[in-house]
């Protein structure tokens, strides 16, 4: 499910949510998730859980540009989150991401 609400012309509020459950990583549902400008990411989703994803587009001048988002990834039944390199303790993935444009 995606919605997108734009109270005001500079400004874009967007919320997306996906619930998914496949066998493993070989079935994965795999999505696009753009989240501000310039910046795309393709997330496997796979086994059992939710991923939601919040951004705000404001633009207050011609010159400046303020782009929020958030994430939250969660896998049901887990005690931790991704490999060996990098592992996360829980069974949730929160990010928050801050871009500043400036046009000269």
Do not use: C
Request: hydrophobic share 35%; charged share 20%; glycine share 6%.
């Amino acid at each position: 499910i995606e919605l997108e609400y734009k109270p005001l012309k500079n400004l874009r509020v967007k919320a997306r949510t996906s619930v998914f459950a496949t066998d493993s990583y070989s079935s994965a549902i795999w999505h696009f998730e753009y989240r501000m400008p310039g910046s795309g990411y393709t997330n496997a989703l796979y086994e059992d859980g939710n991923r939601t994803l919040l951004a705000i587009d404001y633009k207050p001048t011609n010159f400046i540009a303020l782009n929020f988002a958030y994430t939250r990834l969660e896998k049901y039944n887990k005690s931790k989150l991704g490999s060996g390199y990098s592992e996360t303790l829980g069974n949730q993935d929160n990010r928050l991401y801050f871009q500043l444009t400036l046009n000269l």
